[in-house]
């Protein structure tokens, strides 16, 4: 086989945009002696641009994505026992707030080409206890939103942005269409200071909320202020907005360059059987967070976990399965690991019988995307040669499973 492939890593500074620009706006915050954000320069500033890069009136800067996602939830002010429709295929840190909040995570099943939400299949999950969906842009790829919108009607829907900044659907940025919108800044993100979070919203009212549920719900600077309702501190620091503020211009070209070089992947594999590019959006753009082929092992012996497997040993990390299984299989679902022994919110946060787990015959399309789902890293720091190469070691380890699946 070929030489490894020495790739630039988004955990090391040749796979990062990190510069000159952050470390001037860091010293900057170290020289003024003040680190939090409360009173704060950076962390305002950082929220006004990334609003304004978004077109969206109203952020609040968080300390992970997690939080982003908890704070979003927590601003539509839901009941113990009301139900979020959302993805299976998705971060914890996407999941767990949902818990948090009290309220009952109900999954959806997945388009198994893009491991996303659909119209219909969200429709075919929204009871009259549905008071939230949260959908999330995989990978990079926009959800198909208009007909998200459609089946959710009046429910709120949180956009999970956290892995698709500048992704498009129709013409408009994903965030903009639900009510809320959540993004991370963890160090393996587009752009990143280390662990950070945002949420967008155009209503003034979620805005005042998210602020709240950020700052153990005290309404800084307001008249007559008090503790309003159960939050959390989920500030961003000073030291994070700097970082941040340095990396927002960078954000454009990052995209940029990603979709360039996944144009070059896309017609480096052409042809080579049972191997499939991520798709195309078909009324939108991409924004390549991961590279995620689909293989079929049907014509590909050993399907996507010998393939992954191969490719891991010519030094190209790629994951099989991505997330491995649908959360619900997860033992915190399955086994309802929630506060003490309570299982909490399934039991108790509403009246009536615990509602039965998940059927995983109701997922069809989750199992076999995930099946077929082969996930490759992806940078914006990729040269020609490195795309290249890494198409040739795709290309010739298919031809090599394909040669001893025939002997
Ligand atoms: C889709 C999605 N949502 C939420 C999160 C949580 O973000 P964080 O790790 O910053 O808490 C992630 C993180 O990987 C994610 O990919």
């Avoid at 080579?272 to 991961?290: A, D, I, N």
Wanted: charged share 25%.
């Amino acid at each position: 086989m070929r030489r490894p492939l020495n790739l630039p890593s988004d955990r090391e500074a040749q796979g990062r945009t990190l510069g000159e620009e952050e470390l001037a706006l860091l010293e900057e915050v170290i020289r003024s002696g003040k680190l939090n954000a409360t009173g704060g320069v950076m962390v305002p500033r950082f929220e006004e641009e990334f609003a304004r890069l978004q077109g969206l009136p109203h952020a609040v800067a968080l300390s992970s994505g997690s939080a982003a996602v908890h704070t979003a939830l927590a601003a539509l002010d839901l009941e113990p026992g009301d139900e979020v429709v959302t993805s299976p295929v998705t971060d914890m840190g996407a999941l767990a707030p949902i818990l948090w909040q009290g309220a009952l995570p109900v999954f959806c099943d997945l388009d198994p080409d893009t491991l996303e939400m659909t119209g219909p299949a969200l429709k075919a999950r929204i009871t009259p206890r549905t008071r939230a969906v949260v959908v999330t842009h995989l990978f990079g790829h926009p959800c198909p939103m208009d007909e998200i919108l459609e089946a959710a009607g009046s429910i709120p829907v949180v956009e999970d942005c956290a892995q698709a900044p500048l992704a498009s659907w129709k013409g408009r940025l994903v965030g903009t269409f639900g009510k809320l919108a959540a993004y991370s800044f963890q160090q393996g993100k587009h752009i990143t200071c280390g662990e950070g979070g945002i949420v967008l919203t155009s209503d003034p009212h979620l805005a005042r909320r998210a602020r709240l549920f950020a700052n153990k719900g005290w309404p800084y600077g307001e008249p007559s202020p008090d503790h309003e309702f159960l939050a959390m501190n989920f500030r961003m620091t000073e030291l994070q907005g700097a970082v941040l503020l340095g990396q927002i211009p960078k954000l454009e070209e990052v995209v940029r360059l990603r979709r360039e070089r996944a144009r070059l992947m896309d017609e480096l594999l052409q042809g080579v059987t049972g191997v499939r590019p991520p798709l195309r959006p078909k009324e939108g753009e991409h924004s390549y967070w991961k590279y995620t082929l689909r293989v079929d092992p049907e014509v590909v012996p050993g399907g996507a976990g010998a393939l992954g497997r191969i490719l891991k040993e010519n030094g190209l990390p790629a994951a099989p399965h991505y997330v491995g299984k649908p959360a619900f299989e997860l033992r915190v679902f399955r086994e309802r690991r929630t506060l003490g022994r309570s299982r909490w919110p399934w039991k108790g946060a509403r009246p009536g019988p615990e509602p039965p787990p998940e059927d995983p015959k109701d997922f069809p399309g989750t199992y076999q995307g995930l099946k077929r789902a082969l996930v490759l890293p992806w940078n914006e720091r990729y040269t020609t040669r490195d795309v290249e190469d890494m198409a040739a070691l795709v290309r010739e380890a298919v031809e090599r499973l394909e040669a001893a699946g025939k002997e």
